[in-house]
């Protein structure tokens, strides 16, 4: 069946450096992306999203790639910061699902000092 | 505007009782999302509520059920509770119906004993 996972369960960047999550979705048919953020105690926190007619979209310090003949997708964060620890993430939507999110199993960022 | 609450956030209940969990959306939002977040499963998609009926459902047992009211506030109830049932219940909140940007709240965690 459609599925989204997370290449690594854990990754750990020194502050100010650059973070890149991976994902990977086994659905072609999978018309939208979303990347989510979910801090300790907090519910997900909408980050950026992508449909899947475009390749790259920028938001403040976040970028998103996504590369369909893979099935591959990518969060970058610029910069990264102490307060980017978190939980991250994705989940793509089949339309034919009646647009219903599926998430992958997120991946734990942790930022160093 | 205020984000999408949800109550009670803590619960304990033993196995065979039921529990009715509440969420109110941000306002002017129609649509009510309910998600299972467990450490083994991750996010898994409850059901979905616009106009006060049931639009999409996941691959949960009829234990699990919900409704939505005229004000778009949604309650789920669980039946017959199982060990396995204990996780971090989760309420998003959408314009529209099937509405890919979702707005989560805090989640109510439940365990059962």
């Known amino acids: 069946g459609e599925s989204v996972g997370l290449h690594l369960p854990t990754l750990s960047v020194q502050e100010g450096d650059n973070s890149i999550i991976n994902c990977a979705y086994s659905?072609?048919?999978?018309?939208?992306f979303i990347w989510y953020k979910q801090e300790s105690g907090k519910g997900p926190q909408f980050i950026i999203d992508?449909?899947?007619?475009?390749d790259k979209r920028q938001g403040q310090r976040v970028t998103v790639l996504l590369n369909k003949t893979v099935k591959h997708l990518s969060l970058q964060i610029a910069a990264t910061q102490p307060g980017d620890s978190a939980v991250y993430f994705c989940?793509?939507?089949?339309?034919?699902?009646?647009?219903?999110?599926?998430f992958g199993s997120g991946t734990q960022l942790t930022v160093l000092p | 505007k205020a984000g999408v609450t949800q109550t009670p956030r803590y619960l304990i209940k033993t196995r065979g009782q039921q529990v009715t969990l509440s969420c109110s959306p941000i306002s002017g939002h129609r649509s009510v999302s309910w998600y299972q977040q467990t450490p083994g499963q991750g996010l898994q998609f409850l059901f979905e509520?616009?106009?006060?009926?049931?639009?999409n459902k996941g691959n949960f047992p009829g234990r699990f059920s919900g409704r939505q009211f005229s004000n778009s506030r949604s309650e789920m109830n669980v039946s017959t509770l199982e060990l396995g049932d204990s996780a971090l219940y989760l309420c998003?909140?959408?314009f529209g119906q099937g509405a890919y940007e979702q707005y989560f709240g805090p989640g109510t965690r439940l365990t059962v004993t």
């Open positions: 998003a909140s959408s």
């Open positions: 992508i449909r899947s007619n475009m």
């Open positions: 989940a793509d939507v089949f339309s034919g699902s009646a647009r219903q999110l599926t």
């Open positions: 659905n072609s048919a999978s018309d939208y």
């Open positions: 509520y616009f106009s006060e009926t049931q639009r």
